[in-house]
């Protein structure tokens, strides 16, 4: 069975930093690509980034490009989101999961910016 777990939510000021993690389990982890997706306050869910894989480098949302970065460890079965620089329109309940559309994803983790 697919699980997958995120945590490293919280609160911080605008600017500051995070850094999100994906556990997963029950399936074959390295051959998977791994999305990061967001839902903001009375919003749906967004797509954020993806991991590399299938010939593909990562992929990032326009309006994350530069401030975050998505990382896997395949010995840990983990998927990071280091968000630098993070904005109010930052602020949302993160998902990991197995599609861009966030099949599988977990429970998430709540990310609030504000100062």
């Known amino acids: 069975e697919v699980h997958l777990v995120e945590s490293g939510g919280g609160l911080v000021q605008p600017g500051g930093s995070l850094r999100l993690s994906c556990a997963a389990s029950?399936?074959?982890?390295?051959?998977?690509?791994i999305h990061w997706l967001r839902q903001a306050p009375g919003n749906g869910l967004e797509w954020v980034a993806r991991?590399?894989?299938?010939?593909?480098?990562?992929l990032y949302t326009y309006s994350v490009k530069g401030r975050f970065t998505i990382s896997r460890d395949d010995a840990k079965n983990t998927v990071y989101l280091q968000m630098d620089d993070l904005k109010s329109d930052d602020t949302g309940l993160y998902y990991c999961?197995?599609?861009?559309?966030?099949?599988?994803r977990g429970q998430g983790t709540q990310v609030t910016v504000s100062s």
């Open positions: 999961g197995t599609s861009a559309g966030g099949a599988n």
């Open positions: 991991t590399s894989g299938g010939g593909v480098g990562a």
């Open positions: 029950g399936f074959n982890f390295t051959a998977t690509v």
